[in-house]
Nanobody, 124 residues
Framework: QVQLVESGGGQVQVGGSLRLSCAAS????????MAWFRQAAGKEREFLAR????????FYSDSVKGRFTISRDNAKERVYLQMNSLKPEDTAVYYC?????????????????WGQGTQVTVSS
């Protein structure tokens, strides 16, 4: 049974940082590209970042480029999202997702496995 479990969310002040972690039970973990999405209240789920199987290639949405960094540790079967310079508009539930497609996509439908999400709240 595939499971993705996010952790590391919480409340932080504007300008602060958080590091999200996603533990995955994918077999094999390095057979999947991993991504992070978020969904704010009343809005659609939004793509943030993607990392390829080896960790050597990443892709970011314009909304987080330069502030967020995606990384992975294949030995620990984890993917991370380092979030810096947080803004109130970053408040959302953050999800990790996995796909075995080689096509870089920002669409929710392109990702097969999802975690349950972790809440991030940025307060001023």
């Amino acid at each position: 049974q595939v499971q993705l479990v996010e952790s590391g969310g919480g409340q932080v002040q504007v300008g602060g940082s958080l590091r999200l972690s996603c533990a995955a039970s994918l077999r094999p973990f390095n057979g999947y590209d991993m991504a992070w999405f978020r969904q704010a209240a009343g809005k659609e789920r939004e793509f943030l970042a993607r990392i390829n199987r080896s960790g050597g290639s990443t892709f970011y949405s314009d909304s987080v480029k330069g502030r967020f960094t995606i990384s992975r540790d294949n030995a620990k079967e984890r993917v991370y999202l380092q979030m810096n310079s947080l803004k109130p508009e970053d408040t959302a539930v953050y999800y990790c997702a996995a796909t075995n497609s080689y096509i870089y996509s920002t669409k929710v439908s392109s990702y097969y496995y999802w975690g349950q999400g972790t809440q991030v709240t940025v307060s001023s």
